[in-house]
């Protein structure tokens, strides 16, 4: 089947640590994307990439970094500088059809 | 004039009833008009869309309705169900090689049985 995998569905996170969630696809999608979701925020894009070894920072990318070694695999990191880090993280990813498809988020509290 | 603005923030409606959420941009330059539908606890996936080129488009129970005018789009829900009680997003984006969407802040929607 192909998609889009998000691990794990639940993390926990210690204050001043960093930490990785993980965004795998399938589907042979050049772009892909993260974005962070809070109560009554909607989606905000934190980065995107539209090709291997290429990103670009979105509207809230302060505290996270990414990396795009592969097609297939978009990691998020996010850094102690993060400073409200508690949410729901979603990957996406498309092709030229503008139709973004998303995975199952991840959903990260800090203790 | 990045911004799409979407309204009600959280919307009651009978079942049976219809459902109705609108939209507003402020770029012209926007072409691809979708809606994403999100339920507790899952990733978003892609209802309907729409480009200007057209004023409705109708998928079984789900209509989009566009005024490029007044720069207004809205999605209807005719006979709305309980399993149609989830949030609801609007989105705009301006190329298709761009790639970016820019979404509104979400209608959640509660489909009394």
């Known amino acids: 089947d192909g998609g889009i995998t998000q691990s794990p569905k639940y993390l926990f996170r210690k204050e001043g640590q960093n930490v990785t969630l993980s965004c795998e696809q399938n589907l042979n999608h050049d772009a892909m994307y993260w974005y962070r979701q809070d109560p009554g925020q909607g989606l905000r894009l934190i980065y995107y990439?539209?090709?291997?070894?290429?990103?670009q920072k979105g509207d809230i990318a302060e505290g996270y970094s990414v990396s795009r070694e592969k097609k297939e695999s978009f990691p998020l990191t996010v850094t102690s500088a993060q400073k409200n880090p508690t949410a729901f993280y979603l990957c996406?990813?498309?092709?030229?059809?503008?139709?973004?498809?998303f995975g199952p988020g991840t959903r990260l509290t800090v203790l | 004039q990045q911004q799409v603005k979407q309204s009600p923030q959280s919307l009651i409606v009978q079942k049976g009833g219809i459902s109705i959420i609108n939209c507003a941009y402020e770029?012209?330059?926007?072409?691809?008009f979708p809606w994403y539908q999100q339920f507790p606890g899952k990733g978003p996936a892609l209802l309907i869309a729409?480009?200007?080129?057209?004023s409705e488009k109708k998928e079984g129970r789900f209509t989009i309705s566009f005024n490029k005018s007044a720069k207004q789009f809205s999605l209807h829900i005719m006979d709305s169900q309980p399993g149609d009680s989830a949030t609801y997003f609007c989105?705009?984006?301006?190329?298709?090689?761009?790639?970016?969407?820019?979404f509104g802040k979400g209608t959640r929607l509660h489909i009394l049985p």
């Open positions: 989105a705009a984006s301006m190329d298709y090689r761009d790639d970016k969407i820019i």
């Open positions: 996406a990813s498309s092709d030229y059809s503008n139709e973004q498809f």
């Open positions: 990439s539209q090709i291997v070894n290429d990103f």
């Open positions: 770029n012209t330059a926007f072409d691809y």
């Open positions: 729409i480009r200007p080129d057209v």
